[in-house]
């Protein structure tokens, strides 16, 4: 039980990996993520700060693997040009769209006047 449970955390990071490596919009994210990260740190976001970003962050994470996840799908059923698979990829991407920008809403609402006050000298 343990062992298949281990498996299926392996195969996990294998698609994070496979989503890195090969996604360069994923690539994107992990620079935004890491600067986020890094960003809210030095300025010593407090726990209900790192809870939105957290959770921001992750919906991003998520939309762009099941943005890939759909586009390998999509591909492999549906070699040739169609209108529903365009369809199909154009909102799994619209997805990833919209929750870049709610990421990036989310950080402007708890970085945003952290950073104006160190900006001011009240850092």
Do not use: C
């Amino acid at each position: 039980m343990l062992r298949s449970r281990l498996r299926a955390f392996r195969f996990a990071f294998e698609g994070v990996g496979y989503l890195v490596r090969t996604q360069p919009n994923a690539r994107i994210h992990l620079a935004a993520t890491v600067a986020v990260v890094s960003l809210a740190a030095w300025l010593r976001v407090d726990r209900e700060g790192w809870v939105w970003l957290v959770l921001a962050i992750g919906l991003v994470w998520a939309a762009e693997a099941f943005n890939t996840a759909l586009e390998a799908v999509v591909d492999l059923t549906s070699p040739k040009k169609h209108m529903l698979a365009k369809a199909a990829k154009d909102v799994a991407a619209a997805g990833v769209l919209l929750a870049a920008f709610t990421a990036s809403t989310v950080g402007l609402l708890v970085l945003g006047p952290l950073l104006w006050a160190w900006l001011q000298g009240g850092g």
